[in-house]
């Protein structure tokens, strides 16, 4: 199993910051990793894939870098609907794995 | 635009059974270009993911899980289906279901499997195990 340390668990920000999430892996995934958004009552939705490509419709605000055990989600000019969870998850290897998320808090 | 939605009891007693079922929407469960998946999420903290399905019937579970756990599919009703035996308040959650993209190309007489991050998810079901 790999296991996935994601930090920080809280981050709270303002409106136009610069954000950044980390996610460390037990293990090497190459690139296998995808980030997700959730807001409260809702299913995650799909950011990223591929640890850098944006999902189709997803804004350019959003990006991923990294490979192997270390990768990082920034958001580079945080709006008001990004205040969500953000969860990083591998599918390197089954079982699927997620982070324990990060709730983005308005400052 | 392709579409899951979960139904199945919001109330399980302890040591019952959970089923759920996850139904498919503007595509084919049968396009075999996706596995199946279940997560789930208790209250207040993250996302576990339980298991998946192919078409095929093939399917693999969380080793946490395992003992406990029945994925199916019923590709005539473009529908899969979760089971989850001998529950506990532990296992009070909301329940999706998610699609994941596959491409498997074979190169060499090999099979190389491509994967790309679960795309497309259901809106969840909740569910509580009390008595």
């Known amino acids: 199993v790999i296991w996935m340390t994601q930090s920080p668990s809280l981050l709270s920000a303002s409106t136009g910051d610069r954000v950044t999430i980390s996610c460390r892996m037990s293990?090497?995934?190459?690139?296998?990793l995808a980030w997700y958004q959730q807001k409260p009552g809702k299913a995650p939705e799909l950011l990223i894939y591929?640890?850098?490509t944006l999902q189709s419709g997803v804004p350019s605000r959003f990006s991923g870098s990294g490979s192997g055990t270390d990768f990082t989600l920034t958001i580079s000019c945080l709006q008001s609907e990004d205040f969500a969870t953000y969860y990083c998850?591998?599918?390197?290897?089954?079982?699927?794995?997620f982070g324990g998320g990060t709730k983005v808090e308005i400052k | 635009q392709v579409q899951l939605q979960e139904s199945g009891p919001g109330l399980v007693k302890p040591s019952q059974t959970l089923s759920l079922t996850c139904t498919v929407s503007?595509?084919?469960?049968?396009?075999?270009?996706?596995?199946w998946s279940w997560i789930r999420q208790p209250p207040g903290k993250g996302l576990e993911w339980i298991g998946y399905?192919?078409?095929?019937?093939?399917?693999y579970y969380n080793p946490s899980l395992k003992s406990r756990v029945t994925i199916s599919v019923d590709t005539s009703k473009n529908q899969f289906s979760l089971k989850l035996s001998s529950v506990t308040a532990a296992d009070t959650a909301v329940y999706y279901c998610?699609?994941?993209?596959?491409?498997?190309?074979?190169?060499?007489?090999?099979?190389?499997?491509?994967?790309?991050?679960?795309?497309?998810w259901g809106q969840g079901t909740t569910v509580t195990v009390s008595s």
């Open positions: 998610a699609r994941e993209p596959i491409v498997v190309v074979t190169y060499n007489r090999h099979r190389h499997y491509y994967y790309y991050g679960m795309d497309v």
């Open positions: 503007g595509g084919s469960i049968s396009s075999g270009d996706y596995y």
């Open positions: 399905i192919y078409y095929s019937g093939s399917t």
């Open positions: 293990q090497g995934i190459s690139s296998y």
């Open positions: 591929a640890a850098s």
């Open positions: 998850q591998q599918y390197y290897s089954f079982p699927r794995t």
